[in-house]
């Protein structure tokens, strides 16, 4: 079965500072990955995805992740953090299952320090 | 502007009493999906519909239903069997159920038991 794993429930950083939240996905074949941002009391918003090609892929917002097929990652990264990026991270894989649905980690709340 | 709209954004619900969340969008997507998130456990797929007069329970249907009488509309009614409803709930849409096919969020009902 698919599964998602964020292994950091919170990170804290300054603003300014580099940052990588980080995402291990189990899968039986290709997949399609996916981040998600959420500010809080909002619905999620789709930062950027990755079907193929090209392993470092760029989304909005100034955010990369990179797709590394040995080590099941697909890590968020963002070189400089502004305050406005505090928010929550999800990482999600698909489709499966008979809905076909994506499959959704359980999250990572970033903090930003001025 | 094409989206998915929920409403209410707030909703609070007595003891015993059903409640009904609203999902429209205008995306002319075919499969439509409810989640909920509880804090720290990411998000749970409770129904989904992948085609009109036609759903399929997710991994916590129960004391949940929902209907998909039209395209663009699939309402979630939460009974009073559900013993825990406080949560914030989402509704989604995709194009298809291919891997390539983002799901696009709506902005989330908070429900809360009074």
């Known amino acids: 079965a698919q599964s998602v794993t964020q292994p950091d429930i919170h990170i804290t950083v300054s603003e300014g500072a580099s940052l990588e939240l980080r995402c291990n996905y189990s899968?039986?074949?290709?997949?399609?990955l996916f981040w998600y941002v959420q500010s809080p009391g909002q619905g999620l918003q789709l930062l950027l995805k990755?079907?193929?090609?090209?392993?470092l892929v760029q989304g909005i917002k100034g955010f990369e992740a990179e797709f590394k097929r040995s080590q099941s990652s697909f890590n968020l990264r963002k070189p400089s953090v502004h305050w406005s990026d505090a928010a929550e991270y999800f990482c999600?894989?698909?489709?499966?299952?008979?809905?076909?649905?994506?499959?959704f980690g359980s999250g990572t709340q970033l903090t930003v320090l001025p | 502007d094409g989206g998915i709209t929920q409403s209410p954004k707030y909703l609070f619900r007595k003891e015993g009493q059903n409640v009904t969340l609203s999902c429209e969008q205008n995306?002319?997507?075919?499969?439509m999906y409810w989640y909920r998130q509880d804090p720290g456990q990411g998000l749970r797929l409770i129904y989904y519909?992948?085609?009109?007069?036609?759903?399929q329970k997710g991994d916590i249907a129960e004391g949940y239903s929902v209907s998909r009488e039209k395209k663009e509309s699939f309402p979630l009614t939460v009974t009073s069997a559900q013993k825990n409803p406080t949560a914030f709930y989402l509704c989604?849409?995709?194009?298809?159920?291919?891997?390539?096919?983002?799901?696009?969020f709506g902005q989330g009902t908070r429900l809360t038991v009074v």
């Open positions: 990755y079907f193929s090609g090209d392993t």
């Open positions: 995306l002319n997507h075919d499969a």
């Open positions: 999600a894989v698909g489709p499966s299952g008979s809905a076909r649905q994506l499959t």
């Open positions: 989604a849409s995709r194009m298809g159920t291919g891997g390539n096919s983002e799901a696009f």
């Open positions: 519909s992948q085609i009109v007069n036609d759903f």
């Open positions: 899968y039986g074949a290709t997949p399609y």
